[in-house]
T-cell receptor
Framework: KAGVTQTPRYLIKTRGQQVTLSCSPI?????VSWYQQTPGQGLQFLFE???????NKGNFPGRFSGRQFSNSRSEMNVSTLELGDSALYLC??????????????FGPGTRLLVL | SQQGEEDPQALSIQEGENATMNCSYK?????LQWYRQNSGRGLVHLIL?????REKHSGRLRVTLDTSKKSSSLLITASRAADTASYFC????????????FGKGTKLSVKP
């Protein structure tokens, strides 16, 4: 099976712009989670989608939003970019399993640089 | 906020030696997972241990979980230069969905 794919891999934007990142999960995986990784804050959870519904959200401002399509592909959007939004954005997909067996598989990430 | 805390923050060993990394967390969990990351790339899943398990093995990896102490350890035996990477523990909080809480990681350097 193909792994999680993310596009684009690299992106340079300027402050005030907006950006949309895309994630295609592993075939059959219906849960998609997004994370932000920075040197200062480490890996932080943004939000999780399952069957086109946001089930869980981390502690990020409303400028960060996402959505999931019927084919489980997901996008995240960041509006009014700030310098501090420069980060590696990681997407992960998983099967929804009972009994605490859910493994998240990560994509290669999108590295965003805000100038 | 970070739940997991890895210890040590950095570890440097020779090829062939064993590497042990520890992780502590704060709340009840469904499972704990260990990931590896090479130079700011994507995370590679190594092993998942459920809250009702105490030990798991996968190849050269051995993971233990002590829920009474809210801690886990990852042992890599007979390390290789290719094991050089950052290692993260991530907890799936009980009652939460699709949300992993990561520690800051241990940077492992294996010298040939």
């Amino acid at each position: 099976k193909a792994g999680v794919t993310q596009t684009p891999r690299y992106l340079i934007k300027t402050r005030g712009q907006q950006v949309t990142l895309s994630c295609s999960p592993i075939s059959g995986h219906r849960s998609v989670s997004w994370y932000q990784q920075t040197p200062g804050q480490g890996l932080q959870f943004l939000f999780e989608y399952f069957s086109e519904t946001q089930r869980n959200k981390g502690n990020f401002p409303g400028r960060f939003s996402g959505r999931q399509f019927s084919n489980s592909r997901s996008e995240m959007n960041v509006s009014t970019l700030e310098l501090g939004d420069s980060a590696l954005y990681l997407c992960a997909s998983s099967l929804v399993l009972a009994g605490g067996r859910e493994t998240q598989y990560f994509g290669p990430g999108t590295r965003l640089l805000v100038l | 906020s970070q739940q997991g805390e890895e210890d040590p923050q950095a570890l440097s060993i020779q090829e062939g030696e064993n590497a042990t990394m520890n992780c502590s967390y704060k709340t009840s969990i469904n499972n704990l997972q260990w990931y590896r990351q090479n130079s700011g790339r994507g995370l590679v899943h190594l092993i998942l241990i459920r809250s009702n398990e105490r030990e798991k093995h996968s190849g050269r990896l051995r993971v233990t979980l002590d829920t009474s102490k809210k801690s886990s350890s990852l042992l890599i035996t007979a390390s290789r230069a290719a094991d050089t990477a950052s290692y993260f523990c991530a907890t799936a909080p009980r009652g939460s969905q699709g949300n992993l809480i990561f520690g800051k990681g241990t940077k492992l350097s294996v010298k040939p």
